[in-house]
């Protein structure tokens, strides 16, 4: 049931339990401090008449003193009403007693102290009275007595109502203290917790028509400042990544209607009349190179969606980049150079990864430096060995790329202008499929472009460790 308390019933409740073990330890000790003073005070009281006591006895010099002792002590002990006093001999013959007034029978049990101090003080109860004493023995100043056995007794009712008031003041102002702890807590917690409404009340406006909604850190505790950060960014993210979902929606739209409107409107034409059947094979062939196209725009799709989700494993084959990169350049040499265009590679070294996959990426930035380099350009392809890593850079010359645009290149569907669909993807893929390519052996992909250059950097670790995902093992 407690995990289903609002924090601001959990923080009341903890706040009036903190308080109240607050304020039973301080109620303790003041019960403590008024008990130990209220026994000091009766200990006095006790002790005094047990001096009295002592200096008439000690003055009991002869049978006459003695005969006058009772006498004596009983003038001592007017105007004490709750002090009561026994004195016997040591034959047990009772020379003194209070009137009214009998000590209980386990008292004479009492092993008598010619020195009694606080510890030696007993308290019992008889009935609703409550009383502390002493039993103590006394030497006479008579030659020749064994002395005496002096019990002295104080009824403390007095002090015991005023620690019932005092213990019925405690609980009162426990309860109350709990209660107010209680009511506090509830106020405090809830006014602390207006920071998160506010979070809530912006998390419930947040719709597709307004993603751009944020937590103005201003008015945010300091507490809750790093999740108010967190939670614009995860806004921010989420932002961006719907509007790229919607960007690829459209762009999917937009390309898939290209093929299919090119298919209807020859299939309508080829159907409008009796053709012949050269004509027919024509536009067969025409159709199938849109069919081609969707099905290569259709893998790239899959491809893209695989690596997604971790599906798109790498092999683990140690690949000779420098000849896979000759191979490459032999494969565009005839592209190239009807372009007027050279290409150039420098540099050796090998990682281990998947050939057919490597293979595809590099192309893809290959095709796309060739297709933008004016004729007359060269084409550079750098191998970098760095440390553990290795590094392809390939550079082409030509106009440079904005940078608002360098931050979206790699994006599905992303053409910097339609001019720019190179031969291999045609679609906008072809840099998004590297990307995952790359990341896919470990690696991280680049570019920097200014009025000199467009260079595409692939870091690769020369080896690495390939984690099977689990649909994959």
């Given at each position: 049931?407690?995990?289903?308390?609002?924090?601001?019933?959990?923080?009341?409740?903890?706040?009036?339990?903190?308080?109240?073990?607050?304020?039973?330890?301080?109620?303790?000790?003041?019960?403590?401090?008024?008990?130990?003073?209220?026994?000091?005070?009766?200990?006095?009281?006790?002790?005094?008449?047990?001096?009295?006591?002592?200096?008439?006895?000690?003055?009991?010099?002869?049978?006459?003193?003695?005969?006058?002792?009772?006498?004596?002590?009983?003038?001592?002990?007017?105007?004490?009403?709750?002090?009561?006093?026994?004195?016997?001999?040591?034959?047990?013959?009772?020379?003194?007693?209070?009137?009214?007034?009998a000590f209980p029978k386990q008292f004479a049990a009492v092993n008598t102290d010619p020195h009694p101090t606080f510890s030696t003080m007993l308290t019992w109860h008889d009935g609703e009275h409550m009383f502390r004493g002493i039993r103590t023995k006394l030497a006479s100043g008579l030659a020749g007595h064994p002395g005496f056995t002096v019990a002295i007794a104080l009824k403390?009712?007095?002090?015991?109502?005023?620690?019932?008031?005092?213990?019925?003041?405690?609980?009162?102002?426990?309860?109350?203290?709990?209660?107010?702890?209680?009511?506090?807590?509830?106020?405090?917690?809830?006014?602390?917790?207006?920071?998160?409404?506010?979070?809530?009340?912006?998390?419930?406006?947040?719709?597709?028509?307004?993603?751009?909604?944020?937590?103005?850190?201003?008015?945010?505790?300091?507490?809750?400042?790093?999740?108010?950060?967190?939670?614009?960014?995860?806004?921010?993210?989420?932002?961006?990544?719907?509007?790229?979902?919607?960007?690829?929606?459209?762009d999917i739209a937009h390309e898939l209607r290209t093929p299919i409107n090119n298919?209807?409107?020859?299939?309508?034409?080829?159907?409008?009349?009796?053709?012949?059947?050269?004509?027919?094979?024509?536009?067969?062939?025409?159709?199938?190179?849109?069919?081609?196209?969707?099905?290569?725009m259709i893998a790239d799709m899959l491809f893209l969606a695989k690596a997604d989700n971790g599906l798109m494993v790498a092999g683990r084959e140690k690949i000779d980049l420098a000849a896979e990169i000759e191979r490459l350049a032999e494969f565009?040499?005839?592209?190239?150079?009807?372009?007027?265009?050279?290409?150039?590679?420098?540099?050796?070294?090998?990682?281990?990864?998947?050939?057919?996959?490597?293979?595809?990426?590099?192309?893809?930035?290959?095709?796309?430096?060739?297709?933008?380099?004016?004729?007359?350009?060269?084409?550079?392809?750098?191998l970098v060995k760095e440390g553990t890593l290795q590094r392809i850079e390939i550079a082409n010359p030509g106009k440079a790329i904005p940078s608002e645009q360098l931050e979206r290149i790699f994006d599905r569907f992303y053409r910097l202008d339609p001019a720019r669909g190179t031969a291999l993807d045609g679609v906008g893929l072809g840099l998004a499929i590297t990307k995952s390519i790359v990341e896919a052996h470990k690696g991280h992909i680049e570019v920097t472009s200014d009025n000199h250059a467009t260079v595409f950097a692939i870091t690769l670790p020369i080896a690495f460790e390939i984690k099977l995902p689990e649909a994959a093992s």
């Open positions: 049931m407690m995990l289903n308390r609002s924090i601001t019933y959990r923080l009341a409740l903890q706040f009036a339990l903190a308080t109240m073990l607050l304020l039973a330890g301080i109620g303790y000790f003041l019960n403590r401090s008024v008990e130990s003073h209220l026994a000091d005070m009766d200990w006095s009281e006790i002790h005094g008449k047990w001096e009295l006591t002592r200096n008439l006895i000690n003055e009991v010099r002869t049978p006459a003193d003695l005969a006058a002792f009772p006498q004596l002590l009983d003038g001592a002990l007017v105007g004490h009403p709750d002090l009561f006093v026994t004195v016997r001999d040591q034959t047990g013959r009772l020379l003194f007693a209070t009137a009214g007034f403390t009712d007095e002090h015991r109502h005023f620690l019932d008031h005092f213990h019925s003041l405690l609980l009162t102002a426990l309860v109350f203290g709990m209660a107010s702890a209680a009511a506090l807590g509830w106020f405090i917690a809830k006014r602390g917790l207006l920071p998160v409404r506010d979070m809530a009340a912006v998390a419930r406006n947040i719709s597709v028509s307004h993603l751009g909604e944020r937590l103005r850190l201003e008015s945010v505790p300091l507490e809750l400042r790093d999740l108010a950060i967190a939670f614009n960014g995860m806004l921010s993210r989420l932002e961006d990544s719907f509007h790229r979902l919607t960007d690829f929606s459209s298919l209807m409107v020859q299939s309508q034409v080829a159907l409008s009349q009796a053709r012949s059947t050269e004509q027919y094979q024509d536009v067969i062939a025409s159709n199938l190179e849109e069919f081609d196209r969707l099905a290569r565009f040499g005839l592209f190239a150079e009807d372009r007027g265009v050279a290409i150039v590679t420098t540099g050796e070294g090998s990682v281990i990864g998947d050939r057919i996959m490597l293979q595809r990426a590099i192309a893809n930035l290959l095709s796309n430096a060739i297709t933008h380099t004016a004729p007359g350009g060269k084409v550079l392809i750098r």
